[in-house]
């Protein structure tokens, strides 16, 4: 199970994984037409709270909800005023018609893609919107050499690996599955810069889940062969990563 792979890395999850760029928050509010202050948002898949801390900061009022306790556990302990639920994305925990916005952050792709979608339009409201959002490497055109490279290394040596280092590499297909269930989707790509210290940025790694799921010292090894390459090109250990954010928005017409 997805959850039980977070729940082994929640720490390193909590610790290191990026946030997501103001401007994420803005285009969210802009394509589902949805204010996020006072809005009620169901978080589905919310781990640790970065994407509900995103939410609340904004003035949303959030309702986080995923079936790993030991990430929920570190959402609540960092979190002001948590609304926590442990529960499955493809089953909501939540009243029919009760949130403004059902977000998916770096987690729809754990659901069931038809019955989760179903499942948001049943909890989200006449007039609000289902949205997903993930960060990724940007590896497109114009790109730092350097982080093609680490991704090529981490590509290599991880036998589970998925990210944009592949050719067949793609995003979830979330628009897909939204315009087969009828709604019109909005989409947008967000770049942003992170600027992040190597331990970090390595212990960052640690927390994916085709990495969790390593056996014995191989993540160990892999981290180190990573980080040497990383010495290579930044000896003062910070790093300018470049970042983007896909986004898609379904807004529920029946407003
Ligand atoms: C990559 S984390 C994303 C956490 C957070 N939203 C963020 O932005 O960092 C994916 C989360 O999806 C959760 N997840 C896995 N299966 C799920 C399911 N069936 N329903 C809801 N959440 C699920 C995992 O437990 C994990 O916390």
Request: glycine residues 10%; proline residues 6%; aromatic residues 8%.
């Amino acid at each position: 199970m997805s959850h039980e792979v977070f729940n082994r890395v929640a720490e390193a999850y909590d610790a290191a994984r990026p946030g997501y760029p103001g401007d994420l928050y803005d285009a969210l509010a802009d394509l589902s037409s949805v204010p996020l202050a006072g809005a009620t948002v169901a978080d589905v898949g919310a781990g640790t709270g970065i994407s509900t801390r995103g939410l609340l900061d904004r003035g949303a009022r959030v309702v986080a909800v995923d079936p790993g306790e030991r990430m929920l556990a570190r959402l609540v302990a960092r979190t002001h005023s948590p609304r926590a639920v442990v529960g499955d994305g493809n089953a909501l925990p939540l009243r029919s018609g009760s949130a403004d916005l059902v977000c998916y952050a770096q987690a729809w792709h754990w659901l069931r893609p038809e019955e989760s979608i179903q499942e948001a339009l049943r909890v989200v409201r006449p007039g609000g919107a289902v949205a997903a959002w993930w960060n990724t490497l940007d590896l497109g055109a114009g790109s730092a050499g350097w982080l093609v490279a680490h991704e090529m290394r981490l590509a290599e040596s991880c036998p589970g690996y998925w990210g944009p280092a592949l050719p067949e590499w793609h995003m979830p297909p979330i628009a897909a599955v939204m315009a087969e269930a009828g709604l019109g989707v909005r989409e947008a790509w967000v770049h942003w810069t992170r600027e992040v210290g190597v331990d970090d940025f390595l212990l960052d790694l640690r927390s994916h889940s085709y990495v969790a799921a390593m056996e014995g010292d191989a993540v160990d090894r892999l981290v180190a062969r990573l980080r040497a390459g990383l010495a290579e090109v930044f000896p003062g250990g910070r790093l300018r990563v470049p970042m983007r954010v896909y986004l898609a928005v379904a807004p529920r017409a029946d407003g």
